[in-house]
Nanobody, 115 residues
Framework: QVQLVESGGGLVQPGGSLRLSCAASGSIFSTYDMGWYRQAPGKQRELVATITSGGSTNYPDSVEGRFTISRDNAKNTVYLQMNSLKPEDTAAYYC?????????WGKGTLVTVSS
């Protein structure tokens, strides 16, 4: 069982930055592939970034070059650094852990990009 708790969301102006954190319980965090997803009102949940247990990262074109995912296995935490934020980045952001033990989701943190 893995529990995920996101933090770091909030209101930011266009062009600003935020860093999201996802703290995971459990001693096998390092074996999980981790990801960030987002869901805007009225839209489907979409991939934002993933990082494998080996550290390989992947981003969709919509955030490539603006967002950076990283992980600290010693702290059981995955981060999402978001720069040059746009109003269309407004959404609830969810942390995901995927591995042989299962697929787990956090409850989300809200990011609002608005002037």
């Amino acid at each position: 069982q893995v529990q995920l708790v996101e933090s770091g969301g909030g209101l930011v102006q266009p062009g600003g930055s935020l860093r999201l954190s996802c703290a995971a319980s459990g001693s096998i965090f390092s074996t999980y592939d981790m990801g960030w997803y987002r869901q805007a009102p009225g839209k489907q949940r979409e991939l934002v970034a993933t990082i494998t247990s080996g550290g390989s990262t992947n981003y969709p074109d919509s955030v490539e070059g603006r967002f950076t995912i990283s992980r600290d296995n010693a702290k059981n935490t995955v981060y999402l650094q978001m720069n040059s934020l746009k109003p269309e980045d407004t959404a609830a952001y969810y942390c995901n852990a995927a591995g042989t033990g299962g697929d787990y989701w956090g409850k989300g943190t809200l990011v609002t990009v608005s002037s």
